[in-house]
């Protein structure tokens, strides 16, 4: 099958692995290929990917050049300094299904033979030999270091292996997006750490021009992503301690370290602990301690609840209490607006502590507690419930009063309040 990409047969790609032929956008698109669509296995789409087309959205979501001169897949989106167009044609095989695409370039001369070319590039993706490709921004000349900062280092997807996973470097790597405000809060504690640059590489990654690598940045992470990557340990004559391990196992087995907070003091505090310690190649569990710590500090009169068997025990104990309150947070990790209203919670539940009644602060993470989606009926997260006991009766229902399900703390304060105060 051999079709025109356009809105009536994107769902083709969406669907199952599909070949995607890109032509230069001055030019019309390939006619269909009857004659090759009959030797291989996968359905064949042409576009000329003009701006403004589904083909142009799709070209920019695989990273291979929209325009410009002669490039390679390596340097998306470069363009000649005349604006001139190339005549590479793009093959793009892509698997939605399973996130993996995989690009070959044809260039101009070498078009007379575009047919075989198109056909043992699918044959070498059925027999699993083709490397997937990731998009990735322009590395920066001469040395990768970041143009406004210069003890800061810029990792793009074809230079992470290299820089990240070096194993005698010590690397922090933030991975952000300009459009996240969190990764707003964290730059300027990137750009602080600078003063350790002398035995730590500072590096940025924006994941917008670059895809992560999955094995160290999850493709469904929530961002900002901050990982420490320790230098590997040396025995006394300077080798690796190996164990017969090649160089490629070595880098994948670098310690990851990784921290996602919304309090910048947290974060400075927990990066110069790691910071301090790099020496000695910072022990995971030591890390772990100190960053619990944090969290319980945090948390100030917050319950923090991770089973559904403390979750249970509370509110049976609740029953039997009087004129009592329970306050409690349906939150997760990964979910952004959770990150902004963890502080206010933990200051509610010093605020409201000497309002004369009664009253508990319960937090409690649905992914480490799942069973209490479904005894809850929690479907969207934050869930804020109030909970009320006015009279003790041990068998009466648990119910609760009233419920917001967005991140409003102006109208969540105003309701505690207001709750408590007409009791």
Not at 380 to 409: C, Q
Request: charged share 20%; aromatic share 8%; net charge negative.
């Amino acid at each position: 099958m051999a079709q025109e990409l356009n809105k009536d047969t994107i769902h083709i790609v969406e669907k199952q692995p599909t070949l995607v032929v890109f032509t230069p956008p001055h030019q019309p698109p390939l006619q269909p290929d009857l004659q090759l669509c009959s030797t291989i296995s996968l359905p064949v789409l042409y576009t000329n990917a003009v701006k403004g087309s589904i083909g142009y959205r799709l070209k920019e979501y695989v990273g291979i050049p929209i325009y410009g001169a002669s490039s390679t897949p390596s340097t998306p989106n470069s363009a000649s300094s005349d604006g001139a167009y190339n005549n590479e044609i793009y093959l793009t095989i892509l698997d939605l299904v399973n996130k993996q695409k995989y690009v070959q370039v044809i260039p101009e001369q070498d078009q007379f033979n575009s047919r075989e070319i198109m056909k043992r590039f699918v044959q070498l993706y059925e027999q699993h030999q083709l490397q997937p490709f990731r998009k990735s921004a322009p590395r920066i000349l001469p040395n990768d270091m970041h143009p406004k900062h210069e003890n800061m280092m810029v990792v793009v997807a074809n230079s992470f292996e290299e820089i990240v996973l070096n194993p005698n470097l010590d690397v922090i790597l933030d991975a952000f997006t300009d459009w996240c405000p969190l990764s707003q809060l964290v730059n300027p504690i990137m750009v602080k750490l600078q003063d350790y640059s002398s035995t730590i590489k500072i590096c940025k990654m924006n994941c917008d021009e670059n895809d992560m690598v999955p094995e160290y940045l999850p493709i469904d992470h929530v961002l900002p992503i901050l990982k420490l990557f320790p230098a590997l340990p040396k025995n006394q004559d300077g080798s690796y301690d190996s164990n017969g391990d090649d160089l490629a196992t070595l880098q994948r087995k670098k310690l990851q370290i990784s921290m996602v907070y919304s309090e910048k003091r947290i974060f400075e505090d927990i990066l110069n602990f790691i910071l301090e310690n790099i020496a000695t190649k910072v022990d995971r569990k030591v890390v772990e301690q100190r960053i619990y710590q944090y969290d319980q500090k945090q948390l100030k009169n917050v319950i923090k609840i991770e089973t559904i068997q403390q979750w249970n025990s509370i509110r049976q104990e609740f029953k039997s209490q009087q004129n009592a309150f329970l306050m409690v947070y349906y939150m997760a990790t990964w979910c952004a607006p959770c990150r902004v209203m963890n502080t206010k919670f933990a200051e509610w539940s010093q605020q409201f502590s000497n309002s004369g009644h009664p009253i508990q602060f319960i937090q409690i993470d649905i992914e480490k507690c799942k069973e209490v989606v479904m005894q809850d009926s929690i479907k969207i997260l934050p869930t804020f419930r109030m909970y009320s006991k006015r009279h003790n009766h041990a068998n009466s229902n648990v119910d609760f009063t009233w419920e917001v399900v967005s991140a409003e703390p102006e109208k969540i304060q105003h309701k505690i309040a207001e709750t408590l105060s007409s009791h």
